[in-house]
């Protein structure tokens, strides 16, 4: 039955239809075939991230000790609807245990690409207090220096920073290294990178033990193909399994099992409705030949696709899901961009393609050896090496 025939039938008044689950009250959405009232909708939304949230229970953490993990919020439907779903299980927990298993630092960067969300940022803190909250820019990336990419060569910002503050500087470099990118799929990819390099680098000044991500099954499947098509395969296990990541941080993503069409109908059925602190600003660019990514392309299809063909959505995610991560890469060669591992011999443009060699690393001014690439940040800043501006 598709999706939105329960809704269609019951609006025009011709039958109704009875809840699966609890038998008692009218359906009024379809969920995965199977029909749903209002309650069991939202209980089978909390159910999914709650198995997922298994091991943050009371007992594993201490009074003296607690476990701290960072959530990045983008004001978008899932990162709040998250928000909103951790908050309950913590809210039960101090019901029933007098306190958490956890806590929650709740992190919005502002990107330079996104529609501004200060103040839903701002409403999210007045909604849930108990939470830690901080807001931060992306050029503050530029800050912390490990995150400075010497390999895009940004040192030629300073004879131009002279009688700037830090913070003009910082936004001057994230705007000259986008400028300098070959293509928009260069400059959203890098943006991406930025955004997760930047969080990493907050959760462990702050002591944090992980990130919960609020990706979706559909967000998953769509990074699932970008990254494939963008040359960056080969970290796939990293990027969508729940466990330790490359960045030796706790990478979890609670709403892995969840369709972003699930959460879009999650946020405007619950009570108080959490629709007044989604940015509705955030919606697709226009397709055109100028400016469409491969981040577009893989938004717009899956988007799409879930809609009459959820499974298909789903099992994307759960094929990946499959993949193991090559342990031996653990204490090897990292991408002096993403920090995924490089296996030897294929790092660069030229090693995916069966020539294994360092050409791809060329020294530098002072004869030092730049560092190290994947093949997918290779190939995304491929033209920006040698300084060019390119804004097209």
């Not at 201490?62 to 978008?76: A, H």
């Not at 912390?144 to 895009?152: A, D, H, K, M, R």
């Not at 293509?183 to 991406?192: H, I, P, V």
């Amino acid at each position: 039955m598709p999706e939105g025939s329960v809704q269609d039938t019951i609006a025009k008044g011709t039958v109704v239809v009875r809840c699966k689950r609890c038998q008692e009250s009218d359906a009024i959405l379809v969920v995965r075939a199977e029909q749903l009232c209002r309650v069991c909708f939202i209980k089978y939304i909390n159910t999914k991230v709650i198995k997922r949230m298994e091991n943050f229970r009371v007992r594993n953490s201490t009074i003296d000790n607690p476990r701290l993990f960072l959530l990045p919020v983008s004001c978008g439907v899932s990162s709040v609807a998250l928000l909103h779903l951790l908050d309950g299980q913590l809210q039960g927990q101090i019901t029933r245990m007098n306190r958490t298993g956890y806590e929650l630092l709740v992190v919005y960067v502002n990107m330079p690409s996104a529609a501004p969300a200060g103040d839903y940022s701002k409403k999210l803190q007045e909604r849930y207090p108990r939470h830690t909250f901080s807001s931060v820019d992306l050029a503050e990336c530029f800050g912390y220096p490990s995150v400075i990419l010497g390999t895009l060569g940004e040192s030629d910002l300073s004879s131009a920073s002279s009688g700037l503050d830090g913070c003009a500087l910082n936004r001057d470099r994230l705007d000259h290294l986008l400028a300098s990118l070959p293509s928009e799929t260069s400059r959203t990819d890098m943006l991406s990178i930025l955004r997760t390099r930047l969080l990493v680098e907050i959760a462990k000044e702050r002591g944090c033990e992980g990130i919960l991500w609020g990706d979706s099954t559909t967000r998953l499947a769509e990074k699932t193909l970008a990254e494939t098509a963008k040359g960056r395969g080969f970290a796939l296990p990293w990027q969508l399994s729940d466990g330790l990541s490359p960045h030796g941080l706790i990478f979890k993503y609670p709403l892995r099992d969840l369709l972003k069409k699930e959460l879009v109908t999650y946020v405007s059925l619950v009570e108080p409705p959490l629709t007044p602190f989604v940015n509705s600003g955030q919606v697709s660019r226009t397709f055109n030949s100028t400016n469409t990514t491969i981040d577009d392309l893989m938004t717009h299809y899956f988007e799409s696709v879930e809609e009459s063909f959820p499974s298909i959505v789903a099992n994307v995610v759960r094929t990946s899901s499959k993949l193991g991560t090559n342990q031996s890469l653990g204490g090897g060669e990292r991408c002096g961009i993403c920090e995924m591992p490089i296996a030897e011999g294929t790092g660069g443009l030229h090693g995916w393609g069966g020539d294994q060699q360092d050409e791809a690393y060329p020294d530098d001014s002072n004869g030092q050896v730049v560092e190290k690439l994947c093949y997918g940040c290779a190939r995304s800043t491929l033209g920006a090496m040698a300084g060019r501006d390119n804004t097209h």
